[in-house]
């Protein structure tokens, strides 16, 4: 077993030293107590509130990654992965990286990512998310991407920037004939540049978003939760023929 | 490079047999062109169309897949890969296979994906649809889920029944700890049913749905589209923690 | 009692002319019946299916008016009314009419419409549905609005055509202090020029749009329909202050 | 005129007593000069802040009522109105009142309004929210709505009541022949009971639901909101036909 995670009181808290003892508002949990424990074990806190034992997934450890700029939520990420048809064999290139949410999690899914960022402050988040969570098929670079990819033939280039149709021409460069060029924008503005700015080398041109909508099932307490997250961004999708 | 996919007039066609010509509904595309064409190479019919050569990659094959039953959108799939936190190292059940569209997306994602269809007619489109993809680890079974899984230790199990409450003991046998059941059902009650069913073994219970809003963006034309798909399914989520 | 509505078979049918049998598909149903039928009544028609009789309502009527312009749906009519706090002394101006929808409904609601269309053809459908719908305070005029409107002081007033920013001027001079400037578009780009000309006059600008969801209900089959409309329109709300 | 809106800064101030000063954050602003001020003036406040003086609509009386229950959102209101066609000449009956925010929205709207509620605590709300609102128009009644409705011949009744089914029968006495029972409930229980007991008397049954979307229109910055209410209830229609 990997990293080992601790369930009680509809909290979860992810046993980074298993030598130390772990201090929650419901009381500490010894160090003892979780080297002895096996996967679906309960054991108790020294305020006897019970938790339970299970192996670390990686969504538990992708929950607790840094945070430095916005991220897309996993809705958006879902669509970019079944839209694209990414899978164990795709190579794909992101820019900008952001905090890595999208990276890292592109990095479970596929052969490679290759993860350009500009700003060394988020780079240095991406850093520490990618060393967190173990992943060594995401290769970061802190470079400008509107100088170029240095990959070629990737399955998909994904771009969450503010002006994506600056990109589109090194994008094009990148991408494999039949690739797909992805841009993840919160405007309106932003996507009628992007796909206005995409030339004749690019079809199957289309715009989308994904409202996820939450809902209480609670016995006869069954409605959609009042709060909702409105917006976070519409995705544009567009594959390469020529 | 492998199935080779001819794109133009917004139609694509994949070529099954390169001996072959196809014919379109704008004019005949003759094999000798397109066993010389290399990806990004445009190659005329008969009739003077251009048709732009490229690999075919796995959305398009999977796009072709036969339909006996109402398959799982792309977007909802994203939801499950993404909230699951499947990849490359996931283990997957999943029951009933229907068409297979699930199962053969998440065999491109995961390391295995087990599928039970009690209904042979599904079964053998499943088995088609297998085949025609070329994937080789998503083990099919013509059998009743209802008696039990197989397999133990699994990160998800996914349901797909009208009756998917009915599962929940024999989806907690094959779950390792922390692993997901997930359920997914067109109607409210089916979800009623399933949640409440829920024991105390399972925490972290949510019931979502993906909405896919498409917009049109053609110059000033720039507006969700008219028309739209109301509703698929609800997606449900609990996680096997004692 | 007014006009008479006969309904069966998931059918409405207005009674036009009481001296007339009305032929449906469903068969033949007799003046006769017809003119010896209080409302509650059942009668059958010639092929022995049941019909009902009833008073006919506004919105019997309504239903059945002519279009020859896209209409606003009933849905954005309600936040209109209800964002605007329009009622029963509520004076409106409206331009441009289309096939009067939204007129011949605000006059059912107001005091006074006003309602001016450029085009001759819409001109004669909107005179055509207020004759129809036997409305006497909904004055119709066959102007370009652009040139300005003949009345002042009015709690509302609302636009739908392509240019609705070239209104706003005459807009307000015919606003109260305090009133409603509405403005209907089915783009992004109309609202963005609409919402960027408003002047300091303009204050509590507000964008809206309504989504109706239309559910299936029928015992255990509860669920969103899978049919749906996706857009019609942005509203967009403003209030003159100086 | 009568009741005076005094906006600045965003906020809007209706003056109760024109002999009185008006204390806000943005400093005083002096009765005297409330006094001289026509609809459309600008006066400044001690600190020099400027407010413009206007007529205070309907709409900006109602966004003050007291609420003492949970009240129906306008955006739910307007889909009542626009569905039965509600007009100058509609008569409804409503249960319970709740903080009496459709009854006197909808007194505003047609010709008679009958509102019953149950509990004496709402009832006193509701008593100063028409008070407050100056209507004449509406009858409240502190009855308990199951066991009947004193009028008849209505064109709707619209019931707000966590068992709305336990009133269908009552209802439909009150009724005019082809008048429609609504119902409004947050949950799909609520819902799934009213339909299933509606009986043969009732045709053309619908059920919706309206969401509204609230977009941000600031130059490029062009989106749906981030936040954004995610659910208040489901509306059912039904007509009496029989």
Known sequence: ??????????????????????????????????????????????????????????IDMYAKIKRGAQIIPQKDIGLIITEAGLGKDSVVIEAGAGSGALGCFLAKICKEVYSYEIREDFYKIVQKNISFLELDNIILKN??????????????????????????????????????????????????????????SFVYIKTSEIIERNWEVNKRKVRPKSQAIGHSGFLSFARRIK
Chains 1, 2, 3, 4 share one sequence.
């Open 143 to 200: 470079k400008d991407a509107k100088l170029g990819f240095d990959e070629t033939n990737a399955d998909a280039v994904i771009l969450d920037l503010s002006d994506p149709w600056e990109l589109i021409d090194v994008s094009k460069k990148s991408l494999k004939v039949g690739g797909f060029l992805i841009s993840y924008s919160p405007t309106i503005p932003q996507v009628m540049d992007f796909v206005d700015k995409l030339d004749e």
């Open 1 to 58: 077993m990997g990293k080992i995670l601790i369930t009680g009181n509809n909290k979860k808290f992810i046993v980074k030293d298993i030598d130390k003892d772990i201090h929650t508002n419901f009381g500490m949990i010894s160090s003892e107590d979780i080297k002895k424990a096996a996967p679906g074990d309960i054991i108790k806190s020294n305020k006897g509130i019970e938790f339970s034992v299970s192996e670390s997934l990686f």
